[in-house]
């Protein structure tokens, strides 16, 4: 159940959309199930972020966001193989639409059993989804 938060100036809800299918598409090749997949957009605003004390610029001149964090959670199971393919993947994703942009990527490794969902009354624990098709 892999989730992305992506934190970076304001974007368009279709540039969003863009790159949740982008990275949902690249979860998916690297054998996720996509409806497991979530991506979070949290906006960052400017005058957030300082390097040796000064601020650093969310967007350039034209309003392009310069500046993307994001911070992955993924199971543990999942090795530093898998995470540096995923990274390359993510960055891929974004120079492609942003090639200027400084890219942050933190991986957060997480039991499975630390995770529930509910997609109605039922609560599920993610630990005994895991080895059943679709999980």
């Given at each position: 159940?892999?989730?992305?938060?992506?934190?970076?100036?304001?974007?368009?809800?279709?540039?969003?959309?863009?790159?949740?299918?982008?990275?949902?598409?690249?979860?998916?090749?690297?054998?996720?199930?996509t409806?497991?997949?979530?991506?979070?957009?949290?906006?960052?605003?400017?005058?957030?972020?300082?390097?040796?004390?000064?601020?650093?610029?969310?967007?350039?001149?034209?309003?392009?966001?310069?500046q993307?964090?994001?911070r992955?959670?993924?199971?543990?199971?999942?090795?530093?193989?898998?995470?540096?393919?995923?990274?390359?993947?993510?960055?891929?994703?974004?120079?492609?639409?942003?090639?200027?942009?400084?890219?942050?990527?933190?991986?957060?490794?997480?039991?499975?059993?630390?995770?529930?969902?509910?997609?109605?009354?039922?609560?599920?624990?993610?630990?005994?989804?895991?080895?059943k098709?679709?999980?």
């Amino acid at each position: 159940m892999p989730t992305i938060t992506v934190t970076c100036a304001p974007l368009q809800p279709i540039e969003r959309k863009r790159l949740a299918l982008a990275f949902t598409r690249l979860l998916k090749a690297q054998g996720a199930y996509t409806a497991h997949c979530m991506v979070f957009f949290n906006p960052l605003e400017p005058g957030c972020v300082f390097s040796a004390g000064m601020p650093l610029p969310t967007v350039d001149g034209s309003g392009v966001a310069l500046q993307f964090y994001l911070r992955i959670t993924l199971s543990v199971a999942r090795d530093g193989l898998a995470h540096a393919a995923l990274a390359e993947g993510l960055h891929r994703c974004l120079v492609s639409h942003y090639p200027n942009a400084f890219i942050y990527l933190q991986f957060d490794p997480i039991l499975p059993e630390h995770v529930f969902y509910s997609a109605g009354t039922a609560l599920i624990n993610a630990h005994h989804q895991q080895g059943k098709p679709g999980a």
